[in-house]
T-cell receptor
């Protein structure tokens, strides 16, 4: 079956620092890949996605590139803000069913 | 704005009572909705797939008599936690698949606390 392995947290950064959260996947075929964000007390929101190899998803300064050769979809942001503090989930699959990583708690300090 | 809405967002109930959580797709019809459970600091666990007009498909280990799912219309699925116990306390999240956009949209989640 499919599995998604995500860098464990928590991650604490200072404002304007560079962020990387690693995500790798195991699947039969080439699933679509997603990053979801969960702000405190809220549900999940789709942050970005990529549907095929070499696609780059981007949103709100976050980026992730679908790397087939390394089966990875690492999340990056060049300069984080306090408002980026949240839990980030990597996920793979299709709209029919997604497999989620365990989530990474990010705290950005002013 | 939100395209999938859950209600209630928070509910506190006594042990032994039943609680119903609603999941509505606001601007599209959803033939399939999904119910997840999230434990503190953990990922989402898929509980069941809700299909409009037919019985839900439950994941292994999820008690179908405990977690009743009804998908009576193309815009509404409900999850009823029957005879709730403190161990049922959790964050429950639904998602709905928009076939036209090919995307999965998530509700805001419902936090259940069983005393």
């Amino acid at each position: 079956g499919n599995s998604v392995t995500q860098m464990e947290g928590p991650v604490t950064l200072s404002e304007e620092a560079f962020l990387t959260i690693n995500c790798t996947y195991t699947a039969t075929g080439y699933p679509s890949l997603f990053w979801y964000v969960q702000y405190p007390g809220e549900g999940l929101q789709l942050l970005l996605k990529a549907t095929k190899a070499d696609d780059k998803g981007s949103n709100k300064g976050f980026e992730a590139t679908y790397r087939k050769e390394t089966t990875s979809f690492h999340l990056e942001k060049g300069s984080v803000q306090v408002s980026d503090s949240a839990v980030y989930f990597c996920a793979g699959g299709s709209a029919r069913q997604l497999t989620f990583g365990s989530g990474t708690q990010l705290t950005v300090l002013p | 704005g939100a395209v999938v809405s859950q209600h209630p967002s928070r509910v506190i109930c006594k042990s032994g009572t039943s609680v119903k959580i609603e999941c509505r797709s606001l601007d599209f019809q959803a033939t399939t909705m999904f119910w997840y459970r999230q434990f503190p600091k953990q990922s989402l666990m898929l509980m069941a797939t809700s299909n409009e007009g037919s019985k839900a498909t439950y994941e292994q280990g999820v008690e179908k008599d405990k977690f009743l799912i009804n998908h009576a219309s193309l815009t509404l699925s409900t999850l009823t936690v029957t005879s709730a116990h403190p161990e049922d306390s959790s964050f429950y999240i639904c998602s709905a698949r928009d076939g036209a956009r090919g995307e999965l949209f998530f509700g805001e989640g419902s936090r259940l606390t069983v005393l």
